[in-house]
Protein backbone atom coordinates (compact mmCIF):
# COMPACT_ATOMS: atom_id res chain seq x y z
CA UNK A 1 0.00 0.00 0.00
CA UNK A 2 1.16 3.74 -0.80
CA UNK A 3 -0.20 5.59 1.41
CA UNK A 4 1.59 7.18 4.01
CA UNK A 5 0.65 6.47 7.83
CA UNK A 6 0.79 9.05 11.06
CA UNK A 7 0.73 8.75 14.50
CA UNK A 8 -0.62 10.58 17.29
CA UNK A 9 -0.49 9.71 20.23
CA UNK A 10 2.80 7.35 21.43
CA UNK A 11 1.43 5.47 24.93
CA UNK A 12 1.71 1.67 25.45
CA UNK A 13 -1.08 0.96 22.01
CA UNK A 14 0.19 3.77 19.54
CA UNK A 15 3.51 3.63 19.83
CA UNK A 16 4.17 -0.17 19.41
CA UNK A 17 1.05 -0.03 16.04
CA UNK A 18 3.51 2.55 14.47
CA UNK A 19 6.61 -0.15 15.31
CA UNK A 20 4.34 -2.51 14.03
CA UNK A 21 3.29 -1.32 10.58
CA UNK A 22 7.02 0.06 9.96
CA UNK A 23 8.30 -3.43 10.69
CA UNK A 24 5.67 -4.80 8.09
CA UNK A 25 7.18 -2.26 5.53
CA UNK A 26 4.01 0.64 5.99
CA UNK A 27 5.61 4.01 5.41
CA UNK A 28 5.22 5.50 8.66
CA UNK A 29 6.14 8.74 7.76
CA UNK A 30 4.85 10.89 10.84
CA UNK A 31 4.50 10.46 14.59
CA UNK A 32 3.38 13.07 17.30
CA UNK A 33 2.88 13.06 21.20
CA UNK A 34 2.53 15.78 23.86
CA UNK A 35 5.76 14.75 25.15
CA UNK A 36 8.84 15.85 22.81
CA UNK A 37 11.35 13.14 23.91
CA UNK A 38 9.36 10.72 23.44
CA UNK A 39 7.71 11.87 19.57
CA UNK A 40 11.86 12.15 19.04
CA UNK A 41 12.97 8.58 20.02
CA UNK A 42 9.81 6.61 18.23
CA UNK A 43 10.82 9.13 15.47
CA UNK A 44 14.49 7.90 15.74
CA UNK A 45 13.87 4.40 15.93
CA UNK A 46 11.90 3.98 12.89
CA UNK A 47 12.74 6.54 10.81
CA UNK A 48 10.09 8.72 10.85
CA UNK A 49 9.70 12.72 10.84
CA UNK A 50 9.58 13.89 14.62
CA UNK A 51 5.92 16.27 14.05
CA UNK A 52 6.37 19.46 16.82
CA UNK A 53 2.38 20.31 15.78
CA UNK A 54 -0.80 17.93 15.03
CA UNK A 55 -0.90 19.90 11.42
CA UNK A 56 2.26 18.63 10.47
CA UNK A 57 1.51 15.21 11.44
CA UNK A 58 -1.28 15.77 8.56
CA UNK A 59 0.87 17.32 5.83
CA UNK A 60 3.12 14.64 6.29
CA UNK A 61 0.58 11.25 6.42
CA UNK A 62 -2.37 10.36 4.08
CA UNK A 63 -3.67 7.78 7.36
CA UNK A 64 -3.30 8.99 10.48
CA UNK A 65 -3.88 6.78 13.45
CA UNK A 66 -5.08 8.96 16.72
CA UNK A 67 -4.57 7.01 20.23
CA UNK A 68 -5.43 9.33 22.93
CA UNK A 69 -6.86 9.78 26.22
CA UNK A 70 -10.61 10.64 26.98
CA UNK A 71 -12.95 12.55 25.08
CA UNK A 72 -11.67 15.73 26.06
CA UNK A 73 -8.63 14.74 23.92
CA UNK A 74 -9.79 13.12 21.00
CA UNK A 75 -11.90 16.32 20.32
CA UNK A 76 -8.97 18.43 21.18
CA UNK A 77 -6.86 17.62 18.84
CA UNK A 78 -9.34 18.02 15.93
CA UNK A 79 -10.51 21.25 17.62
CA UNK A 80 -8.01 23.22 19.69
CA UNK A 81 -7.87 26.88 18.03
CA UNK A 82 -4.01 26.67 18.83
CA UNK A 83 -3.28 23.15 17.23
CA UNK A 84 -5.53 20.86 15.42
CA UNK A 85 -4.82 17.64 12.27
CA UNK A 86 -7.41 19.86 10.51
CA UNK A 87 -4.90 23.18 10.53
CA UNK A 88 -2.77 21.36 7.73
CA UNK A 89 -3.83 20.09 4.19
CA UNK A 90 -6.73 17.65 5.49
CA UNK A 91 -8.58 17.29 2.21
CA UNK A 92 -8.57 13.89 1.42
CA UNK A 93 -7.05 12.34 4.56
CA UNK A 94 -8.27 9.81 6.46
CA UNK A 95 -8.09 9.73 10.11
CA UNK A 96 -8.42 6.15 12.34
CA UNK A 97 -9.58 7.20 15.47
CA UNK A 98 -8.14 4.01 18.33
CA UNK A 99 -9.17 5.79 21.67
CA UNK A 100 -11.89 4.13 23.75
CA UNK A 101 -13.93 7.27 23.73
CA UNK A 102 -17.68 7.76 24.12
CA UNK A 103 -20.21 6.92 20.92
CA UNK A 104 -20.68 10.31 20.57
CA UNK A 105 -17.41 12.02 20.45
CA UNK A 106 -16.77 9.88 17.15
CA UNK A 107 -19.71 11.23 15.53
CA UNK A 108 -19.03 14.11 16.22
CA UNK A 109 -15.57 13.65 14.82
CA UNK A 110 -17.09 12.25 11.25
CA UNK A 111 -18.87 15.72 10.90
CA UNK A 112 -16.01 17.59 11.79
CA UNK A 113 -13.47 16.34 9.78
CA UNK A 114 -16.25 15.63 6.86
CA UNK A 115 -16.93 19.58 6.56
CA UNK A 116 -12.67 19.65 5.36
CA UNK A 117 -13.35 16.81 2.93
CA UNK A 118 -11.13 13.89 4.69
CA UNK A 119 -12.69 11.35 6.71
CA UNK A 120 -12.69 9.43 9.80
CA UNK A 121 -13.22 5.70 11.10
CA UNK A 122 -13.24 4.31 14.52
CA UNK A 123 -10.23 1.95 15.52
CA UNK A 124 -11.03 0.18 18.65
CA UNK A 125 -9.28 -1.77 20.27
CA UNK A 126 -9.97 -4.97 22.47
CA UNK A 127 -6.24 -6.32 22.95
CA UNK A 128 -3.26 -4.92 25.13
CA UNK A 129 0.75 -3.90 24.35
CA UNK A 130 1.75 -7.30 23.15
CA UNK A 131 -1.00 -7.81 20.27
CA UNK A 132 -0.36 -4.58 19.24
CA UNK A 133 3.43 -4.52 18.78
CA UNK A 134 2.66 -8.52 17.15
CA UNK A 135 -0.12 -7.01 15.15
CA UNK A 136 -2.55 -9.45 16.76
CA UNK A 137 -5.09 -6.92 17.52
CA UNK A 138 -8.88 -7.63 17.75
CA UNK A 139 -9.93 -4.00 15.81
CA UNK A 140 -13.87 -3.15 15.90
CA UNK A 141 -14.48 -0.60 13.30
CA UNK A 142 -17.19 2.01 12.59
CA UNK A 143 -17.43 4.72 9.81
CA UNK A 144 -18.47 4.81 6.42
CA UNK A 145 -17.95 1.27 4.53
CA UNK A 146 -16.46 2.66 1.80
CA UNK A 147 -13.36 4.33 3.91
CA UNK A 148 -13.01 0.96 5.83
CA UNK A 149 -12.84 -1.15 2.90
CA UNK A 150 -9.67 1.74 1.26
CA UNK A 151 -7.74 1.48 4.71
CA UNK A 152 -8.58 -2.03 5.62
CA UNK A 153 -4.96 -3.45 4.29
CA UNK A 154 -3.20 -1.16 7.26
CA UNK A 155 -6.16 -2.63 9.74
CA UNK A 156 -5.27 -6.23 8.37
CA UNK A 157 -1.68 -5.94 8.69
CA UNK A 158 -2.37 -4.67 12.88
CA UNK A 159 -5.01 -7.35 13.74
CA UNK A 160 -5.90 -11.28 13.50
CA UNK A 161 -9.50 -10.57 13.76
CA UNK A 162 -11.57 -7.22 12.15
CA UNK A 163 -14.98 -6.81 12.62
CA UNK A 164 -16.76 -3.62 10.64
CA UNK A 165 -19.60 -2.92 13.49
CA UNK A 166 -21.51 -0.24 11.00
CA UNK A 167 -21.66 3.73 11.01
CA UNK A 168 -19.98 6.03 12.95
CA UNK A 169 -20.75 5.38 16.78
CA UNK A 170 -21.27 1.64 16.70
CA UNK A 171 -17.78 0.61 17.24
CA UNK A 172 -17.56 2.48 20.08
CA UNK A 173 -20.40 0.85 21.75
CA UNK A 174 -19.40 -2.60 21.07
CA UNK A 175 -15.98 -1.59 22.39
CA UNK A 176 -17.77 -0.25 25.52
CA UNK A 177 -19.70 -3.09 26.12
CA UNK A 178 -16.70 -5.37 25.78
CA UNK A 179 -14.75 -3.28 28.49
CA UNK A 180 -17.77 -3.17 30.62
CA UNK A 181 -17.92 -7.00 30.53
CA UNK A 182 -14.14 -7.14 31.10
CA UNK A 183 -14.16 -5.12 33.99
CA UNK A 184 -16.98 -6.69 35.55
CA UNK A 185 -15.18 -10.60 35.41
CA UNK A 186 -12.44 -8.60 36.76
CA UNK A 187 -13.63 -7.37 39.58
CA UNK A 188 -15.88 -11.10 40.09
CA UNK A 189 -12.46 -12.51 40.09
CA UNK A 190 -10.69 -10.46 43.05
CA UNK A 191 -13.55 -11.35 45.00
CA UNK A 192 -13.55 -15.00 44.20
CA UNK A 193 -9.56 -14.88 44.82
CA UNK A 194 -10.04 -12.32 48.12
CA UNK A 195 -12.62 -14.54 49.68
CA UNK A 196 -10.80 -17.99 49.16
CA UNK A 197 -7.89 -15.93 50.64
CA UNK A 198 -9.89 -15.10 53.68
CA UNK A 199 -11.30 -18.82 53.82
CA UNK A 200 -7.51 -20.33 54.02
CA UNK A 201 -7.60 -22.09 50.71
CA UNK A 202 -4.86 -22.39 48.12
CA UNK A 203 -5.08 -20.00 45.59
CA UNK A 204 -3.16 -22.11 43.25
CA UNK A 205 -5.19 -24.75 44.19
CA UNK A 206 -8.68 -22.43 44.11
CA UNK A 207 -7.26 -21.10 40.09
CA UNK A 208 -6.99 -24.61 38.65
CA UNK A 209 -10.67 -25.17 39.76
CA UNK A 210 -11.92 -22.04 38.48
CA UNK A 211 -10.06 -22.97 34.67
CA UNK A 212 -12.18 -25.97 34.60
CA UNK A 213 -15.63 -24.98 35.95
CA UNK A 214 -18.10 -21.89 35.06
CA UNK A 215 -15.67 -19.67 36.83
CA UNK A 216 -13.39 -19.44 33.72
CA UNK A 217 -13.00 -16.69 32.09
CA UNK A 218 -10.33 -14.66 29.91
CA UNK A 219 -9.51 -12.48 32.52
CA UNK A 220 -9.01 -15.72 34.94
CA UNK A 221 -6.06 -16.64 32.10
CA UNK A 222 -4.59 -13.33 32.39
CA UNK A 223 -5.00 -11.62 35.86
CA UNK A 224 -6.10 -14.16 38.12
CA UNK A 225 -1.65 -14.98 38.47
CA UNK A 226 -1.25 -11.21 38.88
CA UNK A 227 -4.07 -10.86 41.48
CA UNK A 228 -2.34 -13.47 43.70
CA UNK A 229 0.92 -12.45 43.41
CA UNK A 230 0.27 -8.67 43.66
CA UNK A 231 1.98 -7.82 40.28
CA UNK A 232 0.16 -5.40 38.89
CA UNK A 233 2.43 -4.09 35.88
CA UNK A 234 0.00 -2.01 33.97
CA UNK A 235 -1.43 -3.60 30.52
CA UNK A 236 -4.74 -1.82 30.69
CA UNK A 237 -4.84 0.93 33.76
CA UNK A 238 -6.99 1.35 36.41
CA UNK A 239 -8.03 4.63 35.42
CA UNK A 240 -9.25 3.38 31.67
CA UNK A 241 -10.99 0.92 33.90
CA UNK A 242 -13.08 3.32 35.50
CA UNK A 243 -13.00 5.68 32.28
CA UNK A 244 -14.70 2.77 30.45
CA UNK A 245 -16.88 1.78 32.82
CA UNK A 246 -18.30 4.90 32.96
CA UNK A 247 -18.72 5.31 29.45
CA UNK A 248 -20.59 1.97 29.43
CA UNK A 249 -23.31 3.32 31.88
CA UNK A 250 -23.76 6.18 30.27
CA UNK A 251 -25.00 4.87 27.36
CA UNK A 252 -27.65 2.48 29.79
CA UNK A 253 -28.81 5.52 31.65
CA UNK A 254 -29.33 7.27 28.20
CA UNK A 255 -31.65 4.45 27.45
CA UNK A 256 -33.05 4.18 31.13
CA UNK A 257 -31.26 0.51 31.81
CA UNK A 258 -30.08 -0.04 35.23
CA UNK A 259 -27.03 -2.29 35.08
CA UNK A 260 -26.10 -3.11 38.98
CA UNK A 261 -22.86 -4.81 38.12
CA UNK A 262 -21.26 -2.17 36.06
CA UNK A 263 -22.17 0.39 38.39
CA UNK A 264 -20.51 -1.91 41.03
CA UNK A 265 -17.85 -1.84 39.09
CA UNK A 266 -16.77 1.48 38.61
CA UNK A 267 -17.37 2.72 41.90
CA UNK A 268 -14.55 0.00 43.02
CA UNK A 269 -12.07 1.64 40.15
CA UNK A 270 -12.92 4.76 41.29
CA UNK A 271 -12.04 3.92 44.84
CA UNK A 272 -8.80 2.76 43.47
CA UNK A 273 -7.72 5.61 41.08
CA UNK A 274 -8.56 7.72 44.21
CA UNK A 275 -6.24 6.05 46.43
CA UNK A 276 -3.24 6.53 44.04
CA UNK A 277 -3.59 3.50 42.00
CA UNK A 278 -5.07 4.63 38.29
CA UNK A 279 -1.54 3.94 36.48
CA UNK A 280 -1.90 0.24 38.23
CA UNK A 281 -2.94 -2.28 35.46
CA UNK A 282 -6.65 -3.16 36.37
CA UNK A 283 -5.50 -6.37 38.13
CA UNK A 284 -4.73 -4.32 40.94
CA UNK A 285 -8.53 -4.05 41.84
CA UNK A 286 -7.42 -7.44 43.99
CA UNK A 287 -5.83 -4.64 46.14
CA UNK A 288 -9.82 -3.75 47.68
CA UNK A 289 -10.95 -7.58 48.03
CA UNK A 290 -8.04 -9.06 50.25
CA UNK A 291 -8.23 -8.69 53.79
CA UNK A 292 -4.71 -8.68 54.45
CA UNK A 293 -4.51 -6.32 51.69
CA UNK A 294 -6.89 -3.13 52.06
CA UNK A 295 -5.39 -1.71 55.19
CA UNK A 296 -1.87 -1.59 53.19
CA UNK A 297 -0.48 1.01 51.13
CA UNK A 298 -0.97 0.48 47.39
CA UNK A 299 1.91 -1.06 46.06
CA UNK A 300 3.62 0.97 43.36
Known amino acids: MSDTIGFVGLGRMGANMARCLHDKKFKVTAVYDVRPEVTADLAREIGATACSTLA ?3 ELADIIFTVVTDDKAQLGIFESPSDNL ?5 EGKIFVNCATVSPKVHVKVEEIVG ?3 ASSLEGCMASSIPQAREGKLYLMVGGKEAVFQKVKPVLDA ?6 YAGTAGKAAQVKALVNMVMNINTLALAEGLGLAHALG ?3 DMIRNVFAQTGAASRVLQTDGEDMQNREHSCFFSAEHAAKDSGIALALARELGLQIALADATKCQYDRLVKLGAGELDKSAISE ?8 REIPE
Open 115 to 117: KVG
Open 158 to 163: LSTALT
Open 201 to 203: LNL
Open 56 to 58: QVT
Open 86 to 90: LRGKA
Open 288 to 295: LTFLDRRA
